[in-house]
């Protein structure tokens, strides 16, 4: 069971919606910076362990300097996201460019930076080397195809999935670098998505332990470091449970007894690059009642719409909704949870039971701090909401203030 609490009372939430009017993302700092501890204590037992926060899930510096100060790396697929975990302060091989279809200047800010490169493609070593020259370190990125059953419905199968090499192409591709002079080699994969079960990435890490070992048997190449990607799934629904890091880092450390330690192997480094666990349950979506209306169904309207989260209309997910004052009511109603987009899906929850809901009732969607004000797009001309961070002694800070009309008129010359 995951326990949907707020992490602010109903007086303070008021106090703050004084200073920010709704809609807004608040983060829980202290929330966040727990979890990142125990996903590095579930790892303390690896030669050299390390985090890459897909900054995709919440691309603010604030949350990344934070996160930078708990010894966490940045995970970039963007120009725009390499320049972000610059500004929060990191560097080097703090930093890896997992991309795909990469334009030549995010290699370049890459190199720059000494940011680890990623390989998408076995095509991307003749556009590297034309374009910025052979790095020292490569990583490429390994499409099991169908060695890997399972997937789910994101990501799909890794058959349907754009991304990465084969695994004839990682051997061709390793050899091709190693002709080149490139002397140290990582090996990356990502074959899932908000999974829970924490036995499919122990899966994953047996994969790669073997491509391990065929490529220092093949190629004679010791690989310096085995990136398993993110893909730790957040537990939306009140029903489902976290993943079990330890029983993970656990799971892990013995296919890594089994499989590098036992061909003479280590010290292998390893990486994961999760952002959706990192964040997801620490930023909620704070919005106020607009509108009631019943007609065929009863419909409550908020402020905010799917410009702030749009993972119900474009998943269909599930995410938790607090009714702020209200959550010992019974939940005697049943409601289409709506925004104001000239879309019909632009709907938070649908059928939801909850309690009975006032015209000017603050409402709280939860597990709202990954992919959520990250995704957020201007159709209708609905803007962006402010972020704001709940510090740890309580105070609120404002990291990211909500657009303005100004903003979104600055492309226009009229
Ligand atoms: C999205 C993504 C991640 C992060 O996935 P989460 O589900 O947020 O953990 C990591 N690596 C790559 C390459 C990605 O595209």
Known sequence: MAEKNLPFTKEELLQIIDKYPTPFHIYDEQAIRDNVRGLLAAFDWAPAFKEYFAVKATPNPYLMEILREEGVGADCSSLAELLLAERAGLAG????????????????????????????????????EKNV????????????????????????????????????????????????????????????????????????????????????????????????GGGIGVPYHPDQEAVDLNYLGKGIKKAYEKKIIAHDLHPLKLAVECGRMITGPYGYLVATVLHKKEIYKNYVGL?????????????????HISVVGKEDWPLGYIYDVTGSLCENNDKFAINRKLPMISVGDVVVIHDAGAHGHAMGFNYNGKLRSAELLLKPDRSVQMIRRAETLDDYFATLDF
Request: charge should be negative; include cysteine; hydrophobic fraction near 40%.
């Open 303 to 319: 402020d905010a719409c799917m410009a702030n989260l749009m993972r119900p209309a474009l998943y269909g997910s599930y995410h």
């Open 133 to 228: 020259g052979i790095p020292e370190m490569i990583c490429f990125r390994y499409n099991p195809g169908p060695l890997r059953e399972g997937g789910n419905s994101i990501i799909g199968n890794p058959e349907e999935a754009k991304y990465g090499l084969t695994r004839k192409q990682i051997l061709d591709g390793l050899q091709i670098m190693k002709n080149k002079g490139v002397k140290r080699f990582g090996l990356h994969t990502m074959v899932i998505s908000n999974e829970l079960d924490p036995n499919y990435f122990i899966e994953t890490a047996n994969m790669m332990f073997d491509l391990v070992l065929e490529v220092h048997q093949t190629l004679g190449i010791k690989v310096e470091f085995v990136n398993f």
């Open 93 to 128: 091989e703090d930093i890896i460019l997992t991309s795909n279809d990469t334009p030549a200047v995010e290699f370049q800010k890459a190199k720059e930076l000494g940011a680890i490169i990623n390989l998408d493609d076995i095509s991307h070593i003749d556009y590297l």
